[in-house]
Each structure stands twice: as C-alpha cells, then as structure tokens.
C-alpha cells in the first residue's frame, strides 16, 4: 500500500520550472521612470533623514488633539455624573 503512495506522489511532484521571458519584466516608460525617481532620490539624500516626530508632525498632532478631546468629554462626563447626584 505504502509502495503504490510512494509512486502516486512521484508521478504527481514536478519540479517547477519557470518559463523564461524574452522580455525585460517592465516595459521602458516603467524602467525610465524608476531610474529618474533613483536619480532623484540621489539629489536629495536628506529629504528621508530626520527624527521621527519631524517626519510625522502632522500626524502627532492630530493624534495628540484627539487624545485631549477625549479627556475633556470624559472629565465633562463625570463632571455631569457628580453635578446631577446632588
């Protein structure tokens, strides 16, 4: 039983085989404009550099206004609770 498994799973493994392209993978316009985005990126080496909270200012920022809108609603909320057990 075990033979006939052996050969059942030889006859269906193959070795995969990918088929060679002629071609290059990307067509020129694709291939022209990752190398002046390259170049570009060589221009300006310092664009990329720079702490964490200067690359994502706006974001913190955001996040930082929303945490404190957060604070005053739940400060409001037992302001309210302890207003109204009188």
Known sequence: M???RDRKNAATEKPFEAERVEESAYPASIEKMSEKWRSIQRQNPDQQ???FVQ???L???IGIGLLIIAFLIVIGGFAFLVWNAR
């Open 2 to 4: 075990e033979e006939f």
């Open 49 to 51: 550099k720079g702490g």
């Open 59 to 61: 974001v913190l920022g």
């Open 55 to 57: 690359r994502n200012y």
